[in-house]
């Protein structure tokens, strides 16, 4: 079975740009979520998926947002992006434990 | 909201010897806590799960036990061995129907065992 897959898995921006990260859940997980893992800051929930809606978000600001397909894929999007936001985004998707994907890493010039 | 807390940051110990983690957390309305393991450079893995209505749950060398009344969850790890060697995080989420919510997590402890 396949698991959970992001792309791409690396990703470098300047200041001020838009980034787009996608996600592919495990086969009939309907649930996915976003976390952000900065250096030294462990891994902070960004949003929550499910059934195609957004059930909850973490405290980041409204820069961030995605969605979720019919498919359950999802992408997260980042705009205006800021130097701070240069971490590893990890995807994980559940059906009750949740299971993390390889991660994007996402670097701010 | 929920904050997780988790102590401590290192931990090191000889192989064979025992290690213990620890949490806290802050939400009585949390019921599900895992644990996962990540390697550097690997996604983080879950090694071990337990929900609130159960007190202690056990897989071969790892152990996490859970006082509700407390709010406090720890991992155990047995019989350590080289290769135990990584970064772990607890986590704590209000689960409802079939989903767990979404986790927020301890900092990590970077845990080294010595050969």
């Known amino acids: 079975e396949a698991g959970v897959t992001q792309s791409p898995t690396h990703l470098i921006k300047t200041r001020g740009q838009q980034a787009t990260l996608r996600c592919s859940p495990i086969s009939g997980h309907t649930s996915v979520y976003w976390y952000q893992q900065a250096l030294g800051l462990g891994l902070q929930f960004l949003l929550w998926?499910?059934?195609?809606?957004?059930?909850n978000r973490g405290n980041f600001p409204p820069r961030f947002s995605g969605r979720q397909f019919p498919n359950y894929s999802s992408e997260l999007n980042v705009n205006a992006l800021e130097l701070e936001d240069s971490a590893l985004y990890l995807c994980a998707s559940s059906l009750g434990a949740q299971h993390f994907g390889d991660g994007t890493r996402l670097s701010i010039l | 909201g929920e904050n997780v807390e988790q102590h401590p940051s290192t931990l090191s110990v000889q192989e064979g010897d025992s290690a213990v983690i620890k949490c806290t957390y802050s939400?009585?309305?949390?019921?599900?806590f895992p644990w996962y393991k990540q390697e550097l450079g690997k996604r983080p893995q879950l090694i071990i799960d337990?929900?609130?209505?159960?007190g202690e749950k056990k897989d071969q060398r790892i152990a996490v036990t859970l006082n509700k009344t407390a709010k406090h969850f720890s991992l155990h790890i047995t019989e350590t061995q080289p290769e135990d060697s990584a970064v772990y995080f607890c986590a704590a989420s209000y689960g409802y129907g079939g989903s767990q919510g979404n986790l927020i997590f301890g900092k990590g402890t970077k845990l080294s065992v010595k050969p």
């Open positions: 337990i929900r609130s209505n159960v």
């Open positions: 939400d009585s309305a949390s019921n599900y």
């Open positions: 998926y499910d059934e195609g809606e957004e059930r």
